[in-house]
């Protein structure tokens, strides 16, 4: 996710890493070599009776514009799913922490423990998205005993969740909560779990492989053969006005790729790092433990992962 | 759903069972005879004082393709609505799971009653959506006497509910848990009910006849007639010209058919199989039923089914 | 809607009841006797100095597609939510019989009475809807004193849903269910409720008139003026090139008309007689009162009502 | 809201008053005058060497109906939200009524005071949404006291609200109810709330008001220039063509604007005075208080207010 | 947020602040700009053999409008999610002080306390959201213990949240309501909590700058190059089509990227202030504390902030 301090917007259009701009060079270039084949070798095709015109292009690239409008959709719509499942794993953090603060207003060290757990919960979704090893942030976090059942489990995530559970059942079991206040604290934990398998529906149910397939096979060929009908009309200019065009189709369709798995760590995915920082300083700070882990700060290409 | 190794994007575009290229070859080889046909007869009809320009194909081949985006947008949603809810069914099963195991930490036996008829559940609405035989996978999960009750039944996934329902009942007839427990996990099995009900409904619904008839009868024309419309522009370069933008609406209308029914066994239809497999092994871990079944792997062509 | 065994695409396209086209069969006529009349007067009218090209009409024609498309969404959007209600319909119906059996697993009196009062609710639902006579459906299903109070009444879907709620309110009153249980009833009755305002809502708010009034005046002039756009280029092409295009546009706003009440008893509608039929069947299975109605089947047309 | 006995199609297009076609009079007249002049200069200023080709106008006018399409989408799903409001308005009503017959058989005194609070509520929300005075309705429903407290009110829908609140609040102190029992009416209570928020929401905050300058800026210029770009093809045939586009176009326009505000007066927005007539019938059919009032019949120009 | 009287359509179009005229200025000046530049070289380049015709724009504009129209879907949506964000506070504001008063309705000191801190939470989310200093506002409402606890945390309006927790759990602590109560109260303020991290979501998630690059770029690209190639065709009309075509563009550019932060201080932007002053003045009303303070008035541009 790109958070850049608000720059003069002529040099935001010479950006290089915030846009796709990189992954495309390669097109793009070919592109450029292809215009100019296409003008070197324009009076010899147009002696063979062949007129690439524009008008079957234009047709074809209102459609490809229809299509690649569709799949920016469901790929953003991905994206937004996935950073408001994010915000509600933090929603349901703080809605846990304020229910046990304000039922078990003196118990710190029982506070403490489903602090750290629920910490935990959030760094080890993360991991288990982004296919990163979770030791290092567990270790920090669990007590031994529960680190050790988690680390063993196939599914550490949801086993934490579990974990948080036997901690609110051991309330209702020693009657320190009554009924009422029990199943009020576990329709929160199913929140949790709402997030944890939105998340790995997101990540493990791509949008349906032809449409990238179909699309990109289209878009390419469609910027292959662009320069041949633009070449009639105009000559020395096709080479700019080709690029100019392919950049517009090329790039949204790159974009669309890249947002299609938010959980990565490309420019414009998720900042699940930052976002876990944030849960963590927000769950700490409700607790009253001090001093709080230091925000994270974009890199030098103003990303946060 | 295809589930493969990146690829370098080169040796993607020549994909062939992600795509549906398979399903639309006769289409396509179709449209480039025609094709060769207008090239060869196009003198001859040039004289007859008819001329099929391009201008009305263009504008109805791009009203096409908003009604194409329109039916995909359809066909889509029903792929998404299909696969939350089985998110959902998995969500749901860790839920009840982790709510019995908690508030009945030390009866095994019935914990693993709960859990296999939960699994049970799962694999049956697979069968019933692909109307396939649930005898082996319910012979292998349920007690003799509730398996006889299921399978006589007509409607034997909501049979399983019932049971599960039963199962429930008797906690609160034992007085074991309060009606306060009790309605929480009857409100537990209600989402069960809804992912049950939810499917049927996609299943039984298809979108309306009339849009698949309409616009297939529309893009098949338009692609007939393409190419006589290229012909007087483009010469012996009509047929690649016309395969390639035909394949870009066949490909589409296409892929929307094969969405339309997200419980097929396809290549981009949704992986019943892999999911139940997930949701067994999730359930049996929750409750430390070792060993676990082995994940399913993808086939030769990359896809889960 | 239109349920048929899947056929070969070829006969597909033939198809006669299933797509719009005999709603629209006369204009389409009219439209190539139009064509024919701007063949013939062709010569004469171009000597007035006066050229129809296809430009204006190119502009207009995917200004009216883009239209056309939003008006679907709207219809198609009707008929979507109708059919989720319906599917709630079966869910509910389903959870407040598991809730009874599960309770009072004993008293079949009592839960055949509820039972017979959730069937009658779905049929005087379904008559209400399409403004046919319940009296035969509430004849057969309510005992005598409920029917008698129910027919007089001019709101008789909700009166049923109120004796619903009386049966649950004397057991509440007989200390038979606790507050809790009662109040987790109560709730499914209101999801009822949702279902029967639902229904009504779409069913009293038809898409604005003005929508289908400004696109059937665009559509039908449109598909009037293009034959004299397209003679000049298509000569004796234009009878079949104007009924093609024109069939598209006519075929899309007929059919967004025909779904904009999704509770009629058309092609492309919902089969409440089916669906009330399934609903039926579920809940004298869940209450193994045997023999169940047969299942309907389709008509002749492949069609549900 | 238009609701007229389905006529002939031939004659719906000529109507009148259901489509804006009666706001957009002016305008479509200023734009024949304008075509006028098109065709009487075209001589003289083709001889400067001016030509307004329509390729321009091609590409503004598809852009303009893609941004035509977004705004009619935002002002339709805004007319569905506030109809939808209204729906849960008359299904919350039923629900509260019912609630208290089932749990209060007796108490006529008391079901009648809710009773009469609840179709207050939807009057006085019709009048604050109309900003018309409630005085009448007001006095015809409320006992004197509560009549009172609510006209001193600057927020009188909010203030009948809280008064359905101490009503149930009496239940509850007097402990004829108990808390669970309590709580749930109180929901009940907080989504009529939702309704009274929502509509205020809708009714205060239009669509950015630049997204309609922007909008009606350019389809007016657009419809003025249009004739000159016209008159070279077209000649004698300019002002028709051009009148028929631009009623395309301004009527959809006219008919967003109109849309935005769906608690006007005009003939598509929404009907609210039957809508609380609907609410009064069936709030009183449930407390079985006849006379009803007679429903509400559409005037001389089909229209329900 | 623009509330401005009614005004006469003619004048409408001529508003200076309500559209986003004044932030495009420079733009379209440059256009006009490079179009005299483009009508004073055209004699000169068309010798070079270089035709930039509309053709390959006509194209690329559609594409673009495409592609803006999903940009200003995606923008419009947070618009209208941020708003409904901040109707739920007012709703669910409404909804707690009523439950208080119904519960506790003679303990004055306690409904003042809740009040207090309902209103502090709005306006601490605002300064939050506009990054502004909630110190003023804070002093005026919160008591000095709690002001002091909640300036010095770095997530003062959770804090604030937390202690409107104490509250609640003081009188459940003190047996004056029992858990169903209390559980109640604390969902509702969960409900504030999901207002909180909404409001966070959106303002720290933009959508991914890529989207706005690409488009800017291509944008701005776009119409620098417009009047080059319309000027073959118009001539001296040159500068006017052009910068017509190019306002359309930049000007639903300019719009999406101000509505892109809803919580900014712009014209299109919502009115916190108004807003929060609301929600101030309906609680102050409901607990009968007068006199209210005065609603905000809109500025001279007819702004409300």
Chains 1, 2, 3, 4, 5 share one sequence.
Request: with cysteine; charged share 15%.
């Amino acid at each position: 996710m790109v958070i850049r301090p608000s720059q003069h917007w002529f040099f935001r259009l010479l950006d290089w890493h915030g846009s796709v701009l990189s992954k495309i060079t390669f097109r793009l270039s070919l592109n450029i070599f292809i215009s100019i084949i296409a003008v070197l070798c324009y009076q010899w095709y147009e002696q063979l009776g062949v007129h690439l015109t524009i008008a079957p292009f234009s047709l074809l690239g209102i459609a490809i514009a229809i299509f690649l409008g569709f799949r920016n959709n469901a790929s953003y719509s991905r994206l937004v799913e996935a950073r408001t499942l994010w915000g509600t794993l933090l929603i349901q953090q703080r809605n846990i922490l304020r229910n046990i603060k304000v039922i078990l207003p003196n118990d710190n060290n029982y506070q403490k423990e489903i602090c750290q757990l629920a910490i935990a919960f959030s760094w080890s979704l993360k991991h288990q998205l982004r296919k990163t090893n979770p030791m290092v942030d567990l270790y920090r976090l669990l007590p031994t005993t529960i680190l050790k059942d988690v680390i063993n489990s196939p599914f550490p995530t949801n086993r934490i969740l579990l974990h948080l559970g036997f901690k609110i059942g051991e309330l209702r079991d020693k009657n320190i909560i009554s009924d009422v206040i029990f199943q009020s604290m576990n329709k929160e934990l199913n929140l949790l779990s709402d997030v944890l398998g939105g998340c790995e529906r997101i990540s493990n149910t791509p949008i349906p492989f032809a449409y990238t397939l179909i699309l990109q096979r289209t878009v390419y060929l469609f910027c292959t053969l662009l320069p041949f009908a633009l070449v009639s009309d105009l000559h020395y200019m096709t080479p700019f006005v080709s690029v100019f065009i392919s950049y517009t189709f090329l790039a949204w369709d790159a974009l669309a790729e890249e947002l299609e798995d938010p959980f990565g760590i490309s420019a414009n995915d998720l900042p699940l790092n930052a976002i876990c920082n944030t849960i963590e300083r927000n769950a700490l700070e409700m607790m009253d433990i001090h001093p709080l882990p230091m925000p994270l700060k974009p890199n030098k290409y103003f990303n946060l992962l």
